[in-house]
T-cell receptor, first 109, second 112 residues
Framework: GQSLEQPSEVTAVEGAIVQINCTYQ??????LSWYQQHDGGAPTFLSY????GLEETGRFSSFLSRSDSYGYLLLQELQMKDSASYFC??????????FGTGTSLTVIP | DAMVIQNPRYQVTQFGKPVTLSCSQT?????MYWYQQKSSQAPKLLFH???????NEADTPDNFQSRRPNTSFCFLDIRSPGLGDAAMYLC???????????FGQGTRLTVV
């Protein structure tokens, strides 16, 4: 089987930086990606890592350590609109795509 | 333009009455997924297709079936909906395991 664990809730101040961690267990790991989901909406893609290291996409960066089965999403210059749920997701060699437990981010003024 | 379209956005069905949810994609992607998402929970993978190759998750109830008549369309059939099947159902597609997943807006199913 597989498991992906994230903190359930994070609160941060507007303009600050926040890190959301994800630890996973799976077989046939291929890559780790991150999705944002606002209430009532569909998940939208933020970032993807197949190799170790940091990927930067604007205000969002994602990091992967395959040896530690660990990754994180870094959000910089937080804005109120960043309040949402964030999911890590793993893809594997079987084309399966599993989501983590999700982190609810609240940005406060 | 929407690349993954789910119909309807909202569906109300009676307990035990079969219901079908539909999904179409304009990306010509190989892989299509169906997820169930309940309130404040993560999307749970039900099954996926790689082309016409159907892959069921071990814990997906037999009550849930799927059809993919061609690359563009995929259907989720719930044979006998129970109250516990009320949820948001999300369809997604990827071009393969190393690409981003595109999601439809979902169908919110209510069982009465």
């Amino acid at each position: 089987g597989q498991s992906l664990e994230q903190p359930s809730e994070v609160t941060a101040v507007e303009g600050a930086i926040v890190q959301i961690n994800c630890t996973y267990q799976t077989s046939g790991f291929y890559g780790l990606s991150w999705y944002q989901q606002h209430d009532g909406g569909a998940p939208t893609f933020l970032s993807y890592n197949a190799l170790d290291g940091l990927e930067e996409t604007g205000r969002f960066s994602s990091f992967l350590s395959r040896s530690d089965s660990y990754g994180y999403l870094l959000l910089q210059e937080l804005q109120m609109k960043d309040s949402a749920s964030y999911f890590c997701a793993i893809s594997n060699t079987g084309n399966q795509f599993y989501f983590g437990t999700g982190t609810s981010l609240t940005v406060i003024p | 333009d929407a690349m993954v379209i789910q119909n309807p956005r909202y569906q109300v069905t009676q307990f035990g009455k079969p219901v079908t949810l539909s999904c179409s994609q304009t990306l010509n992607h190989n892989v299509m997924y169906w997820y169930q998402q309940k309130s404040s929970q993560a999307p749970k993978l039900l099954f996926h297709y790689y082309d016409k190759d159907f892959n069921n998750e071990a814990d997906t109830p037999d009550n849930f079936q799927s059809r993919r008549p061609n690359t563009s369309f995929c259907f989720l059939d719930i044979r006998s909906p129970g109250l516990g099947d009320a949820a948001m159902y999300l369809c997604a597609t990827t071009g393969g395991r190393n690409t981003e997943a595109f999601f439809g807006q979902g169908t919110r199913l209510t069982v009465v």
